[in-house]
């Protein structure tokens, strides 16, 4: 009987810990959130219209101020969760319209920065400056903008 229970208790466990183990990343992970300057007056975006602006095809807010994208290295798993969770698209995808928009001449690529710290501080002091941020970096030099 005690071998019974053990054995129980064993399956249960692999089960839990399978469980847990199937569950997407970004439920054990912080969430990530669309992060502008204090000045910029958009307070909500549609996912389309954030995908649009990341993927520098619109380059201005709803009220006609310019937009400046900032983004960590295509290799950041910050960037990669954002891009995959937030845009819907894969970094690699964002990167091709990037580069296609460089070498046209009808664009250019965001500003990368080096990590959130930096974002954060770049964010919050360039006017029109959108970025993201896991939610630990906020601070209220920036604000948060969501999306529906």
Avoid at 32 to 60: E, S
Avoid at 118 to 131: K, L
């Amino acid at each position: 009987m005690r071998r019974l229970s053990l054995l129980a208790l064993a399956a249960v466990m692999l089960l839990t810990g399978l469980s847990l183990a199937g569950a997407p990343a970004s439920a054990r992970e912080a969430p990530i959130l669309l992060v502008a300057h204090p000045d910029v007056t958009t307070r909500q975006l549609k996912r389309d219209t954030t995908r649009a602006i990341f993927a520098m095809r619109q380059r201005t807010w709803p009220d006609g101020q310019a937009v400046r994208v900032f983004v960590l290295d295509n290799n950041h798993p910050v960037h990669a969760r954002f891009a995959k969770e937030q845009l819907a698209v894969y970094p690699h995808q964002l990167q091709l319209a990037w580069d296609r928009m460089v070498f046209s001449g009808t664009g250019q690529a965001p500003e990368r920065v080096r990590d959130q710290a930096e974002m954060r501080e770049r964010v919050a002091t360039t006017p029109g400056a959108v970025g993201y941020l896991e939610r630990e970096y906020l601070d209220d030099r920036v604000q948060v903008i969501s999306m529906e």
